[in-house]
């Protein structure tokens, strides 16, 4: 409760500051509280020092006195805690391109936190931590990361060679980069690629050999990054698989429930399964890795794949007279 007064109060600083003038009930209703607590945090700023008063009439309301201004930094607690994490995650997410960048902000905001405050930090960082969010090498992809966000600041298209999942070797590609995006633990590009006449996303760890080019673009006033994420993720094309898990195995399945659309217990105490997957190797590859205590059930191409890869994998394993054959 008194971290959300906390907050209002600092609100309410920040729209007298702004917008002189504000009738008692605008800031209200601005701050989602009733009257009768916008004249109790009035009494609060007066006791802390600052300064508000009214004028009368038509025109009139409450502001802050003049000339008075916030304080650079007034942060509540759980603000500064928050802004210390964010400076650790950048420099997790970014490596060496922000690293310096994060350092020099956190320790500004140190020197600056009165020491309740600067105590909170120093525990959050001993305390709590995040890690290990890329799945790729971070250095090896710098380079790359670099060039392509000056690019997309400078608004320069992008000559790449692109290693793609479906080819044996990597192809040149013309690109206009529009955003970098950090999901799944992978970074990717989003641009309008010149082969595919399109806007693509291209996983950065697969890029080589990236040179930016003197032609210059413009993003077009309809894209939307967070409209085009959806709408990618809407369109990957799904495979619906359905697995079980025999009884013993049951734990596997309450232990990672974010991973199933569906779970559904059966009588003899096995445990059936949806999820989609993305292609049918990825749905095999997911199958096997539980071992025997669960079957493929559906789709039928799929039960296909993973009897041959047992059978293939087999002929590599056979042990004879307790040698390897």
């Not at 206009?176 to 399109?198: K, M, N, Q, S, T």
Request: aromatic share 8%.
């Amino acid at each position: 409760m008194m971290n959300n007064t906390a907050t209002r109060l600092i609100t309410l600083i920040f729209l007298l500051q702004n917008q002189p003038n504000q009738k008692a009930s605008e800031l209200a209703g601005k701050l989602g509280v009733s009257l009768r607590t916008i004249h109790r945090y009035f009494d609060m700023l007066d006791e802390m020092g600052i300064p508000i008063y009214a004028e009368r009439g038509p025109y009139g309301g409450f502001s802050l006195v003049r000339g008075y201004k916030m304080p650079p930094l007034v942060f509540t607690l759980e603000e500064a805690v928050a802004v210390a994490l964010g400076t650790g995650l950048v420099k997790e997410l970014w490596g060496e391109l922000y690293r310096e960048a994060a350092q020099g902000a956190l320790a500004k905001l140190e020197n600056l936190l009165p020491d309740e405050q600067v105590h909170e930090v120093a525990w959050s960082r001993r305390s709590l931590a995040v890690t290990g969010l890329n799945r790729a090498d971070l250095n090896a992809q710098t380079p790359s990361l670099e060039k392509l966000r000056r690019a997309i600041r400078e608004k320069r298209s992008v000559s790449m060679n692109y290693q793609s999942s479906q080819l044996p070797h990597p192809t040149q590609r013309g690109l206009d980069p529009y955003a970098l995006v950090h999901r799944w633990g992978w970074w990717y590009v989003i641009g309008f690629c010149h082969v595919r006449r399109e806007i693509r996303s291209f996983r950065v760890d697969r890029i080589s050999e990236i040179s930016m080019l003197d032609t210059a673009f413009s993003v077009p006033a309809d894209f939307d990054l967070q409209s085009y994420l959806l709408n990618e993720l809407q369109s990957q094309p799904q495979i619906k698989v359905k697995l079980q898990f025999q009884a013993d195995a049951a734990n596997l399945v309450t232990a990672n429930r974010s991973y199933w659309e569906s779970i559904e217990t059966q009588a003899d105490g096995s445990v059936i399964v949806i999820l989609s997957a993305p292609t049918l190797e990825w749905a095999a590859s997911t199958t096997l890795a539980y071992g025997p205590v669960v079957e493929a059930l559906e789709p039928l191409e799929l039960r296909i794949m993973v009897a041959e890869w047992i059978a293939l994998a087999a002929q590599k394993y056979t042990i004879e007279n307790g040698k390897h054959s």
